[in-house]
């Protein structure tokens, strides 16, 4: 594969040989391999004892049946997967994804990714990810129970609060955390708030959990904004996706002097030119669990939708990605720059694909990954799992004081860390290499585990 060091050849390699049509797995190696060329160069060290190579290895796969019933008595037969890619630096820690479209392939980019974005923190958590390809869109809310019982009826073997603590991603809020964290206190007789986080405000949830992951990538962006000497101040932004992530992007946006003008979902987007009115987007999508369309309906003639086509169309100042993995790809990011659009933040995880990201380079857009930009979602979780720990329980302004400096601390790091490899103002090379070092250096001080 080409722009890879000499090094680092082989080991990509190795990957794409070992993990046959894993195409998402491959590009998220990838990216972070391109990225380390110039620390290879400086400390051969971590290619000699094969901590690269190992890196690429997951520590445990962990694939299992999940039978249930549905609500007209006929059995459910899916799949669950928890891969734990690396506990040099904690115990694994990431979210779980219910959604079709899982794989193995999926689960283990999420897992990779997650290494490196923990690490990024600063925080004591390891890198993992589970979910299965069970979709909960349209199951009524006692067969998302049973289908969490019975996902937790095997997993919880694998979790515990020193070994691995699973969150949420697409498809699992608060509801089926709520039915997996019931069932693992069903089977281990153990109220065990640490083993897994998103849970409830009044049983060992953390405020600002919800609001973090879109409220985090937000409080990057305008860290980004102040070192080109910007802010948001009259910003029109675009941002994809009606989800969690989402939701909690706009509010913030809007609270620091942006507009958002459209945002998404898998079926087409809305524009409202005067902003999106998150409560009318809460209601429709978080309560009466909706589609993108109901929003415009709802605000008759104030906002209209576009059916079938990437939101990218609409011209912005800055894209905030918070849907899928590759939903940017080279017309995508054609779109924004003929837009206008000047800075661009993954919310979600690898929206962006390596020739959307390779444009923006070319056109000047500054642009941030999401193992950076998205942090704030489990740095979080690792808040939740020390109030846990010491039994305590935070007020909302203190846990949200404390996510703004972490994502100003994870900024600063990506900034200083690119400068020191020669790479100004690169912020995927920043995140990969500080990310990277950190959990390197772990791996090296345990030994050859
Ligand atoms: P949700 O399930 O809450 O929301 C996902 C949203 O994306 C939905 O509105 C969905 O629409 C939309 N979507 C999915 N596919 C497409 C598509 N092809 N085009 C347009 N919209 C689409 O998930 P989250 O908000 O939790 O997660 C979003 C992203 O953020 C994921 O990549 C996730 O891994 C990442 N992330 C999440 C974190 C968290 O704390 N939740 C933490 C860090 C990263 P529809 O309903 O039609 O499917």
Redesign the pocket.
């Known amino acids: 594969m080409s722009g890879l060091h000499y090094n680092l050849h082989d080991i990509y390699e190795e990957v794409s040989r070992r993990n046959p049509g894993e195409t998402e797995f491959h590009q998220a190696v990838y990216e972070v391999l391109h990225s380390l060329g110039p620390v290879v160069s400086k400390h051969p060290e971590y290619v000699d004892t094969a901590v690269i190579r190992r890196l690429c290895e997951p520590e445990r796969q962990i694939i299992f049946r999940v039978p249930w019933i549905d609500d007209t008595g006929t059995v459910q037969i899916n799949r669950g997967f928890r891969v734990e890619f690396n506990s040099a630096l904690g115990p694994f820690k990431g979210?779980l994804?219910f959604h079709p479209t899982v794989y193995l392939g999926i689960v283990k980019f999420?897992s990779f990714e997650q290494i490196f974005k923990n690490s990024l923190t600063g925080m004591p958590i390891g890198g993992g990810k589970g979910g299965s390809d069970f979709d909960p869109?349209g199951r009524s809310d006692g067969e998302v129970m049973r289908f969490c019982q019975s996902f937790m009826t095997e997993l919880y073997r694998h979790l515990g609060e020193y070994t691995d603590v699973p969150?949420?991603?697409?498809?699992v809020?608060m509801r089926e955390i709520g039915y997996l964290f019931g069932q693992y206190k069903r089977i281990t007789n153990r109220y065990e708030s640490g083993v897994l986080t998103g849970k409830g405000l009044t049983w060992g949830g953390s405020q600002v959990r919800t609001e973090?992951?879109g409220y985090g990538t937000v409080f990057f962006i305008k860290e980004m904004l102040k070192a080109a000497n910007d802010s948001f101040d009259g910003k029109r932004v675009v941002v994809?996706?009606?989800?969690?992530?989402?939701i909690y992007a706009i509010e913030q946006i809007h609270e620091l002097g942006g507009t958002v003008v459209a945002c998404?979902?898998?079926?087409g987007y809305v524009v409202d030119e005067k902003g999106i009115d998150v409560a009318l987007l809460k209601e429709i999508?978080e309560v009466k669990r909706g589609?993108i369309i109901d929003y415009a309906e709802a605000r008759a003639g104030a906002a209209h939708s576009v059916q079938g086509r990437p939101?990218w169309e609409v011209p912005c100042d800055i894209a905030v990605p918070?849907?899928?993995?590759n939903?940017i790809n080279g017309d995508e990011a054609a779109y924004l720059i003929k837009g206008g659009c000047r800075f661009v933040a993954e919310?979600?995880?690898m929206?962006c694909s390596p020739a959307a990201i390779k444009q923006f380079n070319e056109a000047g857009v500054t642009f941030a990954p999401?193992k950076a930009a998205?942090a704030g979602?489990?740095a979080t979780s690792a808040l939740e799992m020390q109030q846990n720990a010491s039994r305590d329980s935070w007020t909302f302004v203190d846990t949200e004081k404390r996510l703004e400096e972490i994502m100003r601390r994870i900024h600063n790091r990506c900034l200083s860390t690119a400068e020191e490899y020669d790479q100004p103002g690169n912020y995927v090379a920043g995140a990969n290499i500080a990310g990277f070092i950190r959990v390197a250096d772990a791996m090296l001080a345990l030994g050859l585990v």
């Open positions: 979210g994804r999420l869109k969150a949420g991603d697409v498809g809020g973090a992951t994809s996706g009606s989800g969690n992530v989402a998404s979902d898998s079926s999508k589609r939101v918070c849907a899928t993995q939903e919310g979600a995880n929206p999401g998205n979602g489990v």
